[in-house]
């Protein structure tokens, strides 16, 4: 929001919502700065869950596969994950059961017996008898707008065992449950009826009051018989000739106000001349961070077979940039190590303290050479034997501190940040800032027309040179900005720094 205050000023009304360096909105201009993409720091516990029950067979922390959530309510930290127990025998189709852990600090993970399913003796902590039903390729959301207590759970997922469910072929199925363990069916599934994709993302934004799912389709040769054509990879026209069907992964966006009454799908991810000949859009999970959208955009890299996540940044849900740099959010591994060829999630970071909590699938084995038809399999190790994709699927995590994706950066010689206008009634202002050993951090207050406010001035700011993601500027006699009129303008200084974002707040 702008409020115009004068013909020749405009201000944007910032409110108490944090502003972050992402972009360049509320910059006007800088000198001797430069903007750093950071990277997450993988935890030294990892893989914090993997497979270590004597029921489990494939464990598989996929896109399509897992979900990661912090309840409030009992305050414990949930799992759900599949297990692809007939995948390597069998291949497509494949059977799978659906799992649950929970742990009380996000580390350490317990897999409690749910008497759903037992298996050779043991009751295990599949949240489904897959003999009963079968859901596939499930997405988990803990619903922000729930009303009802026995709907705070919402899960979609594709409809695989259409024989004992009834309804017609597939079809995107809506389950409710109390607590993540115990579901019941919508009474209209499938709530989505022509549903195929084997990947759905379901996220709801309680700002906009939507629920969105992020679905992939397309990589098939579209029905294609002659020989030529495999079902994994087909070929791909850079050009898009008039009249060529789409070939790789792409991804599409479907909204509703209810879960009942969905959007017709938007086509928001297509691989485009910026992106790799090979390169295909397996999945996208967003979130909001302040007034931003952000976004984990997972890639699959075709020929090398590997998967990788980016992170892309958005003012309003639709219109997405990359960063500049470019390069997976989380990097993967070195050789022989859990998290090798393949790093992706489906889930949306949680809030941990002052930090950012990434949970993600890490591989030791390739996106699908394990899983193809045996005469389209590489002659490749974990092509012929299934121990590697059975212990090669792993749940990881990453930390990155609040709001820490982005920093503006001064190193030896000092710099400086002047903002735009800004509006807020917010009382205090507070910087999300870290300093090196010689480093500081001065932030002065100016009008719309550059003029300093006299008891705002650097000399009165009461410097910083600490590491804090909420720390509270003050100037001599001053702790509050409250009684400056109108809009303002912020200038900080800095050396050896690096200021990721502020906020006007009154606590």
Known sequence: MYVAYSHDTVSKDVGNTRQLFIDNDVIAVVKNVTRRQHTPVKHPANPIIKRDKPWEVTTYFRTSAFNVIKDPVDDLYKCWYEDFYEYFSKGL??????????????????????????????????????????????SIMLDPLAED?????????????????????GGLGLDYSPDGIDWTPDEANPIIPGWISDVEILTCDPEDNKYVV?????????????????????????????????????????????????SEPELLWDPDDTDNLDDAFYGFVPWRAGE????????????????????????????????????????RGGEGSYDQFDIETPSQPLIVG???????????????????????????????????SEDGHH???????????????????????????????GSRLYINGRCGPKGYIDVEIMDNWNNVWEEYSRDKCQRFTG?????????????????????????????????????????
């Open 292 to 331: 931003m959208h952000l976004g984990l955009l997972n890639v699959l890299h075709q020929v090398d077979n590997t998967l990788d996540m980016y992170l892309h940044y958005s003012r309003d849900g639709r219109d997405w940039n990359r960063f500049l740099d470019h390069r997976p959010f989380v990097p």
């Open 467 to 507: 590491d804090a993601v909420r720390h509270p500027v003050k100037w001599s006699g001053h702790d509050t900005v409250k009684e400056i009129p109108g809009g303002v303008k912020l200038k900080f200084y800095l050396r050896d720094a690096e200021v990721y974002g502020f906020q006007f707040a009154d606590s």
């Open 149 to 169: 207590p026995s709907r705070r759970y919402k899960m979609v997922y594709l409809n695989l065992d259409t024989s004992k469910r009834g309804g017609p072929p």
């Open 354 to 388: 002052d930090e950012m909590w990434i949970y993600y699938g890490g591989m030791s084995v390739h996106h699908d050479w394990w899983i193809m038809p045996h005469d389209q399999r590489p002659d490749v190790p974990e092509a012929r034997e299934a121990k590697y």
């Open 214 to 262: 992020w679905g992939r389709y397309g990589g098939a040769a579209g029905g294609s018989g002659h020989p030529d054509m495999d079902s994994w990879f087909a070929p791909v026209w850079p050009g898009r000739p008039e009249g060529v069907w789409g070939t790789r992964r792409r991804i599409y966006r479907l909204e509703s106000p209810d879960l009942k009454d969905w």
């Open 395 to 425: 749940l990881c995590l990453a930390t990155l501190r609040l709001d820490g994706y982005v920093s503006l950066d001064a190193t030896v010689r000092e710099g400086w940040i002047e903002t735009k206008p800004l509006f807020s009634t």
């Open 93 to 138: 189709p494949s059977r799978e059961r659906l799992y649950y852990a929970q742990s009380t600090d996000g580390l350490n993970w317990e897999k409690p017996p749910l008497g759903k399913q037992t298996i050779d003796g043991h009751d295990t902590n599949a949240v489904f008898d897959p003999e009963v039903v079968m859901k596939g390729c499930p």
